[in-house]
């Protein structure tokens, strides 16, 4: 059984950031504000996942000028070796 609560003055900056991780995440304002609450009171059970850039996956472009410009990195001076 869950309950429901109504929860008054929540701060702007705590509304944006819970607004901001809901929509980075996919998930409901409810879902992400609950899952906050219970990590602040060390109730969550399952391990903390970090997606800091998950929103990079996939967005890679080919871009030949770049490819260009670090060609010179990939280059290994064999008298460097000696």
């Known amino acids: 059984m869950s309950l429901q609560y109504t929860l008054r003055a929540i701060p702007k ?11 980075q995440e996919s998930k409901s304002l ?3 504000a609950v899952e906050a609450l219970a990590r602040g009171l060390d109730l969550s059970h399952t391990p903390v996942e970090f997606t800091d850039l998950d929103n990079l996956i996939g967005s890679w472009n080919e871009d030949p000028a770049f490819d260009n ?5 990939s280059r290994v001076d064999p008298a460097d070796w000696k």
């Not at 900056?13 to 901001?20: E, P, S």
């Not at 410009?69 to 990195?73: C, H, L, Q, S, Y």
């Open 13 to 23: 900056d705590l509304d944006t950031a819970l607004r901001r991780r809901a929509k």
């Open 30 to 32: 409810n879902t992400v």
């Open 69 to 73: 410009a670090v060609a010179d990195f």
